[in-house]
Every structure is written in C-alpha cells, then in structure tokens.
C-alpha cells in the first residue's frame, strides 16, 4: 500500500498569494525585513521541483541562503525521510527521485560563482545588494536552454540597481514583468515582539527602507520632493480650466519609447493630463494630439523638434496649432530638466500621481563627464525618461510667459 507523504508548505499571505497565481516570466518583490520574501521563495522551489524543474536560489550569502535552505529541507522533510528526495548537505542540492527536478542554493556574492549553471526558475534574493551583473549578465543566459523564470526578492538599499528594476517591472506593458510591494507589517504571521525587536534601535530613516520597504533619495538624486508635488485632481474637466493658460509638453517616440502629452494649466500650476503610448503611427500621434487639443484649447502646444519630431510640427502649424518647437541637445536639455528639478524642490506646481510617471522621477540620474566636468540627465540604461521630458515641456511653456501671448485657437 502507498505511503502518504506531507510536503509542508506555508500559508501565504495576500500578497505572497498574489505573487504564486502570477504567470509573469519576471517578478520583482521588494518587501520590508521580515515580510516574508524568503518563505515564499522556498515555497515556490518545491512546487516547481516537484513539477520537475531545475530551481536555483542564490543569495549574496551564507547565512541567507541557509535560511531558504533550512525551509525547503523541512517542507520536504517526510520525503527525504523516505529516501524519496535525495538530500546533498554539501552542495546544498535536493533532487526527487521520479523526475529531473532540483533545487540547489549557492552563495552569489561573487556573480562568477554561478557560471556554468542552467535553471528553469532563477530565484534571485536579496538582490539589492548583489552585483547587478548577477542577473544581467550570469542569471539572464542560464534560463536560455528552456525559456526559463527569474524572480527577484529584495529590501531596498537606496535607489540603486535593485530599484531600477523594480521601476522596470512597474513599467512593463507587455505581461512579462510584473511587481509586488509589501511591508513588514503586511506579514501577518510576524509576530508583534519579533517586530519590536527588528525596529526598536532603528532611525527613522531606517525604519522607512527596512521595515515599509521605500526608497529612500540617493545623493545624486535628480528629483527631490516628488511626493509632496503628487496632489494634482485626476478628473479635471475642460470647464474648470475655461479661459486658463493651458499649454502642452510633448515628447515624440514610435516604437521603443513612448510619445508623451502632458497638459499644464499654467494658472493653476497643476498637470491635467498625462497620456503616455507607444507603438503608434506618426500621422496618428499628431491626431491623437489635435483630439486633446480640440478638447482643452491649449493656448501653447510645445513639442520637441528632434528627429520626426520637426516634420510633425510643420503639418500641425501648417493645420493653424498654436505648436512650436524644441531642440533638445546637450546645452538645452541641461536647464529644461534643471528647471523641472527645482519646481519639484520648491513645491511650485502638482503633479498627477501615476505610478510609471512617478517611477521615472525617483529613478532619473544626473552624470558628470570626468574629462569636462559637465553634467548630463538620462534615465538609467533599459528605463525610460519620456513623461519627464513631457512634464519638462510643459513647466517651459507654463513658465516661459508665451502662452498669454496666444489667443484660444478656434478648434
């Protein structure tokens, strides 16, 4: 007669839960210390090695691996037992008998470690303070052979690396990244003296980071401020800006990045609209733009000049829209962000509380050249900066006292 074996997996939380039903092949958790990130990443190597999957985890070190290795050793314990799951203390590797699954934990403090490897699920914890190149260029080629899964678990350090993805999840449109956000108070099964113990010799500052999981401003960081700027109404309608000095920042792009139109009511110092797409034809961007503008009857439409930019420009001042130009270049781009930056430092205007748009703020990089000294701004590599191009735009049209030069267009 067959013997009954228990595999003793956790009781997810609502949001562990959230993360198990997702079929995304990139997901991202940032979580408070404690919140649970670890138990549900051995939970889920089990699953996916009994359903026969090569499962690698790797931590920056020792001891954090054994925490993941420690809970897939006792979800598994009546198996081992059995002699059923093979158990290599040594390599810290976990094979069932029936099937070709695997989980095996490593250290990754040293990225070159886990070369030579493959896996069908990549379970990357504490990521924040690996190197990226862990992922980028170790992690991401072993999930070649079989179109395999990466998960990335991680309790903020600052805005850096591991935040930069976490904005790239947040942005992803597609379906193949997707984000989670939870506290350690979001973990119902900590307890409230174990709490205690973890916050109770904290700053404050240290208690956002570690225990609500925030990212807290970098030095270098461009944009200061955001969330105090982010009260702007999200259903405004044209009769409430009757006669007010509206004007249109627009940032162009067709396939990788997106084309952005951001209104700005000038009087009000507040944004109205913030429309962000991508992957559509030129002639239909400019149509989409005359729609809003037939709605709102910006007074200034300023669109940037680059590229496809200036032909577009030419059809929509020829059609009788108050639209003029901008050439951002490496000297004009400088004081345009520089400008936004301070409005945001200063309080000056609100802002549309929209997740990506907010994303692309916090994650925004000021460089210096080594060689000249001078300062250039850009999203970091594989982000995007459109919405703040777009906001930019429009601060210089609201800012620059054009638009009360303009008359309301008849359209």
Same mark, same amino acid.
């Given at each position: 007669m067959?013997t009954?074996?228990?595999?003793?997996?956790?009781?997810?939380h609502?949001k562990?839960?959230?993360?198990?039903?997702?079929?995304?092949?990139?997901?991202?958790?940032v979580?408070?210390r404690?919140?649970g990130?670890?138990t549900?990443f051995s939970?889920?190597a089990?699953?996916a090695?009994?359903?026969?999957?090569?499962?690698?985890?790797?931590?920056p070190?020792?001891?954090?691996?054994?925490?993941?290795?420690?809970?897939?050793v006792s979800?598994?314990?009546e198996?081992?037992?059995?002699?059923?799951?093979?158990?290599?203390?040594?390599?810290?590797?976990l094979?069932?008998?029936?099937n070709?699954?695997?989980?095996r934990a490593?250290t990754a403090?040293?990225?070159?470690?886990?070369?030579g490897?493959?896996?069908?699920?990549l379970?990357?914890?504490?990521?924040s303070i690996? $190197?990226?190149?862990t992922?980028? /260029?170790?992690?991401?080629?072993m999930? @070649? %052979? +079989?179109?395999g899964d990466a #998960?990335f *678990?991680?309790?903020?350090?600052?805005k850096?690396?591991?935040?930069?993805?976490?904005?790239?999840?947040?942005? $992803?449109?597609t379906?193949?990244? /997707?984000?989670?956000?939870f506290?350690? @108070? %979001? +973990?119902?099964h900590?307890? #409230?003296d *174990?709490?205690?113990e973890?916050?109770?010799?904290?700053s404050d500052e240290?208690?956002?980071?570690?225990?609500?999981?925030e990212?807290l401003e970098? /030095?270098g960081?461009?944009?200061?401020?955001?969330?105090?700027c982010?009260?702007?109404?999200s259903?405004?309608?044209?009769?409430?800006h009757y006669?007010h000095?509206?004007?249109v920042?627009?940032?162009w792009a067709?396939?990788?990045?997106f084309?952005?139109?951001?209104l700005?009511?000038?009087?009000?110092?507040?944004?109205?609209?913030?429309?962000?797409?991508?992957?559509?034809?030129?002639?239909?961007?400019?149509?989409?733009l005359?729609?809003?503008?037939?709605?709102?009857?910006?007074?200034?439409?300023?669109?940037?000049?680059?590229?496809m930019?200036?032909?577009?420009?030419?059809?929509?001042?020829r059609?009788?829209?108050?639209?003029?130009g901008?050439?951002?270049?490496?000297q004009?781009?400088t004081p345009?962000?520089?400008?936004?930056?301070?409005?945001?430092e200063?309080?000056?205007?609100q802002?549309?509380?929209?997740?990506?748009?907010?994303?692309?703020l916090?994650a925004?990089?000021?460089?210096v050249n080594?060689?000249?000294?001078?300062?250039?701004y850009?999203?970091?590599?594989g982000l995007?900066?459109?919405?703040i191009?777009?906001?930019?735009l429009a601060?210089q049209?609201?800012?620059?006292g054009r638009?009360?030069s303009?008359t309301?267009?008849p359209?």
């Amino acid at each position: 007669m067959a013997t009954e074996l228990t595999i003793r997996l956790h009781e997810p939380h609502p949001k562990q839960a959230e993360f198990k039903r997702s079929k995304a092949k990139r997901k991202c958790i940032v979580s408070g210390r404690r919140g649970g990130k670890t138990t549900l990443f051995s939970d889920i190597a089990v699953e996916a090695m009994l359903a026969g999957k090569r499962v690698l985890e790797a931590a920056p070190t020792a001891d954090q691996t054994d925490v993941f290795w420690a809970a897939c050793v006792s979800a598994l314990a009546e198996p081992i037992a059995a002699g059923l799951v093979r158990k290599n203390e040594t390599e810290r590797v976990l094979e069932p008998n029936w099937n070709q699954g695997r989980i095996r934990a490593k250290t990754a403090w040293n990225a070159d470690g886990l070369r030579g490897d493959y896996a069908d699920l990549l379970l990357l914890d504490e990521y924040s303070i690996m $190197d990226p190149s862990t992922w980028t /260029e170790v992690g991401a080629p072993m999930l @070649l %052979d +079989n179109n395999g899964d990466a #998960a990335f *678990a991680f309790t903020p350090k600052r805005k850096n690396h591991g935040f930069h993805l976490y904005q790239r999840a947040i942005a $992803d449109e597609t379906g193949r990244w /997707e984000a989670w956000h939870f506290t350690s @108070l %979001d +973990n119902p099964h900590l307890s #409230a003296d *174990a709490l205690a113990e973890i916050t109770g010799d904290m700053s404050d500052e240290m208690y956002r980071q570690e225990i609500l999981a925030e990212f807290l401003e970098g /030095e270098g960081a461009v944009f200061r401020n955001i969330y105090a700027c982010l009260g702007a109404p999200s259903q405004d309608t044209p009769l409430q800006h009757y006669h007010h000095g509206l004007v249109v920042g627009v940032d162009w792009a067709k396939q990788a990045d997106f084309t952005v139109f951001c209104l700005f009511c000038a009087n009000c110092k507040r944004e109205v609209v913030l429309d962000r797409f991508n992957q559509i034809d030129y002639v239909f961007q400019a149509q989409r733009l005359q729609v809003l503008c037939e709605r709102w009857h910006p007074r200034l439409v300023l669109a940037e000049s680059n590229a496809m930019g200036e032909p577009i420009i030419e059809r929509l001042q020829r059609e009788g829209m108050p639209v003029q130009g901008f050439q951002t270049t490496a000297q004009s781009k400088t004081p345009l962000i520089e400008s936004l930056a301070l409005a945001f430092e200063r309080g000056e205007a609100q802002w549309l509380n929209l997740p990506i748009a907010t994303g692309e703020l916090e994650a925004y990089e000021r460089k210096v050249n080594a060689l000249t000294g001078r300062a250039s701004y850009s999203a970091p590599e594989g982000l995007h900066d459109d919405c703040i191009i777009a906001r930019a735009l429009a601060w210089q049209a609201a800012g620059a006292g054009r638009a009360a030069s303009y008359t309301v267009s008849p359209y």
